[in-house]
């Protein structure tokens, strides 16, 4: 298998990256650089890239193959070999997430502080120790915070020779425009659910029948769809989501879903707290010689309460994404019912809860389920503005009914 085998339905982005990374091994041997100037052929390399697409659609992916190929050191590109091979040791450190000269980053909390972020543009402006390219992964450069941001454009502005950054994001407008216009802009497509499904079935030895009902559940999120697929707590809760839409007919149904759709959120979060967080304080007093029922040592103290604030952040940041999971599977069964409502005879993603769907396409008109539509997005909208969980969730249940 090579690094590229988990990238659902991008062909064409496989396409560019393989020839960018044939490219800089190229100018390496060559002593080159390894840059472009703006406006070079697309085949070429350059020194930042932008990884963009819709939630599952494989951005993180996209760019750590990238970063593997960029350090794939087979033998086989003697003579003429694809960069990627998987089973070389740059390829394998790189995909474990080992390698001395990629790094990594990902935020636990709501964002990516200015901190970090120097430490990272200092970082970037060493020479790799031991592979070809010094690699700075940045998993979710929409959270970069103003500050942050702005460091990090100083390091894109004027790049090592051999520093490649690799950005993900959800959208071209969810970064700086002056960093976006220093980075080459790749957008990842929706996969199709056949392909999501087949991927399920090849490398986690779904059954055929349940890889297809998890791929459409998925919508195009491969993470999702394979965690429908093997969990079966996750199918549990997108059940009990899409139950929403029949329980909402009066205020006392409406209040009672939004508090059992927050409620499931927080314990969720609380569930994957609970062992992580254990095991982190564990891993730092232990990295402090700390011994049970013993003073703690100097500085530990300190270490012990910002875990505890990044460990708290990350709670919040798991109940939010809980929560927009739950949008996007309603939003999903409405567009369903819209479907229906219309008249089309394409496959649903929620096919597997058809009468559902039958009973509410019946009992509405299609500008009802516009209006129904436009609730889940405003309560997506009001999530982002930090208002209270519960009463986001109470608003768009009872806009359902009111739909």
């Given at each position: 298998?090579?690094?590229?085998?988990?990238?659902?339905?991008?062909?064409?982005?496989?396409?560019?990256?393989?020839?960018?990374?044939?490219?800089?091994?190229?100018?390496?041997l060559?002593?080159?650089?390894?840059?472009?100037?703006?406006?070079?052929?697309?085949?070429?390399?350059?020194?930042?890239?932008?990884?963009?697409?819709?939630p599952?659609?494989?951005?993180?992916?996209?760019?750590?193959?990238?970063?593997?190929?960029?350090?794939?050191?087979?033998?086989?590109?003697?003579?003429?070999?694809?960069?990627?091979?998987?089973?070389?040791?740059?390829?394998?450190?790189?995909?474990?997430?080992?390698h001395?000269?990629?790094?990594?980053?990902?935020?636990?909390?709501?964002?990516?502080?200015?901190?970090?972020?120097?430490?990272?543009?200092?970082?970037?402006?060493?020479?790799?120790?031991?592979?070809?390219?010094?690699?700075?992964?940045?998993?979710?450069?929409h959270?970069?915070?103003?500050?942050?941001?702005?460091?990090?454009?100083?390091?894109?502005?004027?790049?090592?020779?051999r520093?490649?950054?690799?950005?993900?994001?959800?959208?071209?407008?969810?970064?700086?425009?002056?960093?976006?216009?220093?980075?080459?802009?790749?957008?990842?497509?929706?996969?199709?659910p056949?392909?999501?499904?087949?991927?399920?079935?090849?490398?986690?030895?779904?059954a055929?029948?349940?890889?297809?009902l998890?791929?459409?559940?998925?919508?195009?999120?491969?993470d999702?769809?394979?965690?429908?697929?093997?969990?079966?707590?996750?199918?549990?809760?997108?059940?009990?989501?899409?139950?929403?839409?029949?329980?909402?007919?009066?205020?006392?149904?409406c209040?009672?879903?939004?508090?059992?759709?927050?409620?499931?959120?927080?314990?969720?979060?609380?569930?994957?707290?609970?062992?992580?967080?254990?095991k982190?304080t564990?891993?730092?007093?232990?990295?402090?010689?700390?011994?049970e029922?013993?003073?703690?040592?100097?500085?530990?103290?300190?270490a012990?309460?910002?875990?505890?604030?990044?460990?708290?952040?990350?709670?919040?940041?798991?109940?939010?994404?809980?929560?927009?999971?739950?949008?996007?599977?309603?939003?999903?069964?409405?567009?369903?019912?819209?479907?229906?409502?219309?008249?089309?005879?394409?496959?649903?993603a929620?096919q597997?809860?058809?009468?559902?769907?039958e009973?509410?396409?019946?009992a509405?008109?299609?500008?009802?389920?516009?209006?129904?539509?436009?609730?889940?997005?405003?309560?997506?909208?009001?999530?982002?503005?930090?208002?209270?969980?519960?009463?986001?969730?109470?608003?768009?249940?009872?806009?359902?009914?009111?739909?």
């Open positions: 298998m090579t690094v590229w085998d988990d990238l659902v339905g991008q062909d064409r982005v496989v396409e560019q990256l393989t020839a960018a990374a044939s490219a800089a091994r190229a100018a390496v060559a002593g080159r650089s390894g840059t472009a100037e703006p406006g070079a052929n697309a085949s070429l390399m350059t020194h930042a890239w932008l990884f963009t697409g819709p599952g659609a494989g951005q993180s992916t996209a760019a750590r193959a990238f970063a593997a190929a960029l350090q794939c050191t087979s033998p086989d590109l003697e003579h003429g070999g694809v960069p990627g091979c998987g089973f070389c040791d740059g390829c394998h450190t790189v995909m474990a997430e080992s001395a000269d990629v790094k990594f980053v990902r935020s636990d909390g709501l964002s990516i502080g200015v901190g970090d972020m120097r430490d990272l543009v200092l970082r970037a402006s060493s020479y790799p120790t031991g592979g070809r390219w010094s690699v700075i992964l940045i998993d979710a450069a959270r970069l915070t103003e500050a942050a941001a702005n460091a990090l454009l100083k390091g894109v502005e004027e790049p090592s020779p520093t490649v950054w690799l950005l993900c994001a959800p959208s071209v407008q969810d970064t700086l425009p002056t960093i976006r216009s220093r980075c080459r802009h790749l957008v990842l497509r929706t996969p199709a056949e392909a999501v499904a087949d991927l399920l079935v090849r490398r986690d030895g779904v055929p029948q349940l890889a297809e998890a791929a459409r559940a998925g919508q195009g999120d491969v999702r769809a394979r965690r429908l697929a093997v969990d079966e707590q996750a199918r549990t809760r997108r059940a009990e989501v899409l139950r929403i839409p029949l329980e909402v007919a009066d205020i006392g149904g209040l009672a879903a939004a508090q059992r759709l927050v409620d499931t959120a927080k314990a969720d979060a609380e569930a994957l707290a609970e062992t992580r967080d254990a982190e564990d891993d730092l007093k232990a990295a402090y010689g700390a011994a029922g013993s003073k703690a040592p100097r500085g530990m103290a300190g012990v309460k910002e875990l505890e604030k990044r460990q708290k952040s990350r709670a919040t940041r798991t109940r939010r994404e809980t929560l927009g999971t739950a949008l996007l599977d309603l939003l999903g069964f409405y567009r369903d019912v819209l479907a229906i409502q219309l008249g089309s005879t394409g496959a649903l929620n597997d809860v058809w009468p559902a769907l009973r509410v396409a019946a509405g008109l299609p500008e009802s389920t516009l209006r129904r539509i436009e609730a889940v997005l405003a309560c997506r909208k009001a999530l982002d503005r930090n208002v209270d969980p519960l009463l986001a969730v109470e608003a768009m249940t009872v806009a359902l009914r009111a739909g």
